[in-house]
């Protein structure tokens, strides 16, 4: 697992090679059939551990915040420093491969975790119930837009001032989901 997600933080899962990944960890390329019956498992298996370390770092951000907006900007920035620090990690879990989580629940289950983090910010605004999770995943959705096109340089922001500016954006977001 550890070599799969340092080839995928390097050069992207597109470069994920079973043979590659057996070099890597100094194993025979049947090896690895042990541990995992097939790549889209593994894959899965990546992806869920990728989707556990951004819930890990939203929970440390929004530990000490009350429900509601200061929840949610928490989140939403630590969103963007988990994509901003892991970039490839962030593209591989948040891009095609979630998809699997239909056939992999315990993928579904970490994506679902960490909607709901930003749904509890969204019923501590006071929204209502029936609103809460399309809310939280409309801006779940927002933000991923923009940390993917902060990623790709099409939004230029110096890194100094990337934190204020996507606090200030995450505000703007909640305000117009209101």
Not at 15 to 28: F, H, P, S
Request: glycine share 8%.
């Amino acid at each position: 697992m550890e070599a799969t997600l340092s080839r995928i933080e390097t050069s992207g899962a597109n470069a994920i090679k079973l043979r590659d990944l057996a070099y890597d960890t100094g194993v025979n390329h049947r090896a690895i059939y042990r541990h995992f019956p097939n790549k889209e498992t593994l894959l899965a298996d990546a992806a869920e551990r990728c989707w556990r370390e951004f819930i890990r770092r939203m929970r440390l951000a929004t530990a000490d915040k009350p429900q509601g907006e200061p929840t949610l900007v928490a989140a939403g920035v630590a969103m963007f420093e988990y994509g901003r620090d892991n970039p490839n990690h962030f593209h591989f879990a948040t891009g095609a491969y979630p998809s699997m989580g239909i056939r992999f629940p315990r993928l579904e289950t970490a994506i679902r975790d960490a909607l709901q983090i930003f749904a509890t910010g969204f019923a501590g605004t006071g929204l209502a119930p029936e609103l809460v999770v399309g809310h939280a995943a409309i801006y779940i959705a927002a933000l991923h837009g923009i940390v993917a096109q902060y990623l790709h340089r099409r939004l230029r922001i110096r890194p100094e001032n990337a934190t204020t500016w996507i606090t200030s954006t995450c505000t703007m977001l909640i305000k117009g989901l209101k």
